[in-house]
């Protein structure tokens, strides 16, 4: 069973930059997706990768901000997080679709990691 592990998450000031990773414990071929929570709101969509790198999709608010990558090579993810906001303070979470496309569409994710925590100070 192939886990997810979110990592790289911490305290930063509004401005600021993060990289995010997320390491699969095996080959995941598939399109792969940041989602975050913020306290007492939904689960929402951040930004997703289609299985090759091809083809990526961003929620509005953090398109020129945030950039999802991926090396197969090395089964990881990544979320690069510039000018953060207050309002992207959130548990990010990784997941894992089982298609081919990059989506928005929570329901198309099947695995997920534990999540890690990022806090944007203004």
């Known amino acids: 069973q192939v886990q997810l592990v979110e990592s790289g998450g911490g305290l930063v000031q509004a401005g600021g930059t993060l990289r995010l990773s997320c390491a699969a414990s095996g080959r995941t071929l598939y399109s792969m997706g940041w989602f975050r929570q913020a306290p007492g709101k939904e689960r929402e969509f951040v930004a997703a990768i289609t299985w090759n790198g091809g083809s990526t999709l961003y929620t509005d608010s953090v398109k020129g901000r945030f950039t999802i990558s991926r090396d197969n090579a090395k089964n990881t993810v990544y979320l690069q997080m510039n000018s953060l906001k207050p309002e992207d303070t959130a548990v990010y979470y990784c997941?894992?679709?089982?298609?081919?496309?990059?989506?928005?569409?929570?329901?198309?994710?099947?695995?997920w990691g534990q999540g890690t925590q990022v806090t944007v100070s203004s």
């Open positions: 997941a894992r679709t089982q298609t081919s496309r990059a989506t928005m569409n929570i329901g198309d994710y099947n695995l």
